[in-house]
């Protein structure tokens, strides 16, 4: 074999690899469907972008669950805020919505999460997230609590421009590698800034 070769051959491999991988990423994301008629005991937010806190009100109010955890709530938010902001009263979400402030990252609202579905002895949750959140938000989820089922559903992000819609892709496949392989592990912790 040329000795050119032996140099170029294993960049080649890796990066054919990364092209697979990142590929098996994005049919996961877009792959996963929501399941509107089945129930479950629980429904899990978890915040950080438009239209998962309205998805998840939406399940709560039609029924999908009896109740409904806001994970990586911004410090300060109340109930009567939050049900505002959505255009509810707040009476209506009363004994039914949790908000977690803990969390600052998906590794913080797994733990959150599963802490909040121990407390309640919650044996299934939904999980709200964008689309391309899931397959990450997942990992960690059922790390936390693998006895858990759990049910995806996705959130379409607000609409973005394809550069844009590229890198956030790009970023959260980087992000999936890292929490796969532990790598997020070795990041420093945020959630003390919100507890």
């Known amino acids: ?59 709560l109010e039609n029924g999908a669950a009896p109740r409904l955890l806001i994970s990586g709530a911004a410090p300060g938010l109340t109930l009567a805020a939050l049900a505002r902001a959505n255009g509810r009263q707040p009476t209506a979400l009363a004994g039914k919505v949790d908000l977690g402030h803990a969390a600052a990252t998906t590794t913080g609202n797994a733990v959150e999460t599963a802490a909040w579905a121990r407390a309640h002895g919650l044996r299934s949750l939904r999980v709200v997230t964008a689309d391309y959140h899931l397959p990450r938000a997942m990992l960690e989820l059922r790390r936390a609590m693998p006895e858990v089922v759990l049910l995806p559903n996705p959130v379409a992000p607000p609409a973005l421009s394809a550069s844009r819609r590229a890198w956030l892709l790009a970023l959260e496949y980087a992000k999936l590698g890292a929490a796969a392989t532990g790598l997020g592990a070795l990041l420093p912790a945020r959630e003390t800034a919100r507890s």
């Open 1 to 59: 074999m040329r000795s050119w070769l032996r140099w170029i051959l294993p960049p080649l491999a890796v990066l054919l690899l990364l092209g697979l991988g990142f590929l098996w990423f994005l049919q996961a994301a877009h792959q996963a469907r929501a399941e509107p008629g089945r129930r479950t005991d629980g429904i899990v937010v978890l915040t950080g972008g438009g239209g998962r806190v309205e998805a998840g009100l939406a399940l």
